[in-house]
């Protein structure tokens, strides 16, 4: 029987603190949208409070929301000597036992940490999925305050192997070994560069995907939008040309993502990515 969804995402839903009022964020809305704009079913596991409707929040998402008392919030302040970050507010745990039961088949399955909302443990439990970590969310901690800082994850030699990619950023390397470990421990890891597009390690070698030049408008959900591509052409192409899927999946994820920078906004983003989905080249 086939599964019900193409593409599973797993996280926190964020009410972002924004100039003109709360705006959606999170990995789960910009990866699960990304998904749906390039025509796949998605569905969502995550945990918001009564401040937020996630059937509003992810049009066109099958959502199970663990009820909260309070969503996560987040805040970016900007000051002269940086971002400073916020946040507010936590939402509930995610663990096995929030998982629908007919939803642990679907062939895409993607991890995506906020606030350390999820148990790691998650990936033991997609035992047939193309398990894929974005793992910024086990990276961050805050003080009492709310202040956010980086921070290492020590479980990461433990779960990193369970999962079939991870993604990272370069900017959430605290220290030039980081790389390397990360690298020994994960079975494909892709390292984002931003404006010069990603470095993807897998078996025995080491390629560079450029981005392409593009006038930017927001950042906001880049990293986001090209796991969801990538995630996503990694599991066609695996099917079709398996010993070059990951080039593949770099190629096209890096087009999608330089497409989302060129807009404001998350809806302003999922609507151009769906425009130009059939352009983007495989």
Not at 134 to 152: C, E, K
Not at 196 to 215: I, K, N
Not at 250 to 264: H, I, K, L
Not at 270 to 278: F, K, S, V
Request: charged content about 20%; some cysteine; proline content about 6%.
């Amino acid at each position: 029987m086939p599964a019900e969804f193409d593409y599973l995402v797993l996280g926190h839903i964020a009410r972002d603190i924004t100039p003109t009022g709360f705006a959606v964020g999170g990995t789960v809305a910009y990866a699960g949208l990304t998904a749906v704009a390039l025509g796949h079913r998605a569905a969502a596991v995550t945990s918001s409070g009564p401040d937020l409707d996630t059937s509003l929040a992810l049009p066109g998402m099958c959502v199970y929301d663990v009820p909260a008392d309070k969503s996560t919030v987040f805040e970016n302040v900007y000051t002269p000597q940086g971002r400073v970050q916020r946040i507010h507010s936590v939402a509930g745990r995610i663990g096995r036992a929030s998982v629908p039961a007919s939803w642990r088949d679907t062939p895409i399955v993607h991890l995506g940490p906020l606030a350390h909302e999820l148990d790691p443990d998650l990936a033991r439990f997609f035992s047939d999925s193309l398990v894929v970590m974005t793992v910024q969310g086990w990276l961050r901690s805050w003080d009492n305050a709310g202040n956010v800082f980086p921070d290492t994850w020590e479980e990461a030699q433990a779960i990193l192997p369970l999962a079939d990619v991870v993604i990272l950023s370069e900017e959430d390397l605290l220290q030039p070994a980081m790389l390397a470990h990360y690298r020994a421990w994960s079975s494909m890891l892709v390292l984002t560069r931003g404006e010069r597009g990603c470095t993807v390690f897998w078996q025995d070698e080491m390629r560079d995907f450029p981005a392409p030049a593009v006038e930017v408008d927001s950042l906001t959900g880049a990293g986001d939008v090209f796991a969801a591509a990538f995630s996503l052409r990694l599991w066609q192409a695996r099917r079709e040309t398996p010993e070059t899927a990951p080039w593949a999946a770099a190629r096209y994820a890096v087009q999608v993502a330089s497409c989302s920078v060129t807009q404001p906004d998350l809806d302003a983003k999922t609507r151009l990515i769906a425009t130009m989905a059939a352009t983007f080249a495989c």
